[in-house]
């Protein structure tokens, strides 16, 4: 995965979410995530790089994090019965969530300045429920 791959595939997830297809839009938004957290050394988001790098991992972790608060006030979007989310996608997204901020809190990747919104987006996913 590359920032360009990455960020192709937000949009994706973005413009499902506007078609009503929500389960779709958060397999792609899991999907996403968890190759950003395992590939989060390679694509350089684990190191303290100049400051031009710096402005660009803000960008990224900010269309990621915003990508899924988005996605997770219009999960009543859905357009046909098939596309919802149920509390078994809901229980499951939350594990993963736990699981990536687990993983991304060792590189210093859980914070509200630069990486992973846990807080917020448990926050979301909680109100849900």
């Not at 920032?3 to 999907?31: C, H, M, P, T, W």
Request: net charge negative; charged share 25%; glycine share 4%.
């Amino acid at each position: 995965s590359n920032f360009a791959e990455i960020q192709y595939e937000l949009n994706r997830v973005l413009e499902g979410i506007k078609s009503g297809r929500i389960l779709e839009s958060f397999d792609i938004l899991s999907k996403v995530t968890d190759a950003v957290v395992v590939s989060c050394e390679a694509l350089g988001l684990a190191s303290e790089l100049p400051v031009v790098e710096t402005l660009h991992r803000d960008n990224f972790w900010q269309a990621l994090n915003r990508c899924w608060l988005v996605a997770l006030q219009n999960v009543s979007a859905a357009q046909r019965e098939e596309d919802r989310l149920r509390k078994e996608h809901i229980v499951h997204l939350q594990a993963s969530v736990e699981h990536w901020a687990d993983v991304l809190a060792e590189f210093g990747l859980v914070d509200y300045e630069m990486g992973f919104w846990e807080a917020d987006i448990m926050d979301s996913l909680d109100n849900i429920l």
